[in-house]
């Protein structure tokens, strides 16, 4: 038979994480990053680490494969008027739908020595920049654009050389969704998460759990 074949939806909840990994790669010369520039607690090992910067819940719509339907259409029809998603549900029937879908090391003398010698070259840097800030450069820039310019460039520069001591942190941010079937439930497990490794599973004892309660109501509003 020519038609169409479809699914309803079943409602579920979606508790949408937003977490960031964070790379630490040692710099080339942390061991003197106190000495040099007064940095406590520089680590000389690298690291990766997580952080768990923002929890969302709201209500989804999937396709429930125990509600599958076929609606029959005749055999001349060119175009039936009845519009799924790409899950296969229902999205309008008889009206087109004009919405949008949704997108989918070296030697330690000398290592000490450059260390050093690099150390000085951020001092100096701070220097020009206090200097211009203060207009006291031996060439002053013309104007505000030209300034900022400059001090960007220092800034940029200081930032590298400081990082040869401070080490660097590269943050991945990742987003990870999960789905739960609405039903009665007391402080039951929704996810664990771990500094160390980020989102586990439920039963990963290695993370911190996250509970969710679900209560009932039995009482829907439909006066809207």
Same mark, same amino acid.
């Given at each position: 038979d020519y038609g169409v074949t479809y699914m309803l939806p079943k409602t579920e909840i979606e508790i949408v994480l937003q977490a960031t990994k964070h790379t630490y790669t040692p710099g080339e010369f942390c061991r003197y990053a106190d000495r040099y520039l007064r940095l406590n607690n520089v680590s000389a090992e690298p690291e990766e680490f997580w952080t768990l910067d923002k929890i969302e819940t709201r209500i989804a719509g999937v396709p429930d494969k125990d509600n599958v339907y076929f609606v029959k259409m005749k055999d $001349?029809?060119?175009a039936p008027l009845m519009e799924l998603t790409e899950d296969g549900i229902v999205r309008s029937i008889n009206i087109p739908f004009s919405g949008k879908p949704a997108a989918k090391t070296p030697e330690? @003398?000398? +290592?000490a020595k450059m260390a050093e010698l690099v150390a000085k070259e951020i001092y100096s840097i701070r220097e020009s920049k206090n200097a211009l800030l203060r207009g006291?450069?031996?060439n002053m820039p013309k104007d505000g654009a030209q300034l900022k310019l400059m001090l960007d460039n220092l800034n940029q520069q200081e930032t590298a050389m400081t990082e040869m001591f401070s080490g660097k942190i $590269? $943050?991945?941010?990742k987003t990870f969704t999960i *789905?739960?079937?609405?039903k009665e439930? $007391?402080?039951e497990v929704a996810f664990r998460f +771990? *500094?160390?490794l980020g989102v586990v599973? @439920? @039963?990963d004892l290695a993370g911190e759990p996250y509970y969710i309660s679900v209560t009932d109501l039995k009482s829907p509003d439909v006066s809207a």
């Open positions: $001349k029809t060119v330690a @003398n000398s +290592s006291e450069a031996d $590269k $943050k991945e941010p *789905r739960l079937t609405p439930m $007391k402080d +771990s *500094r160390k599973a @439920n @039963n």
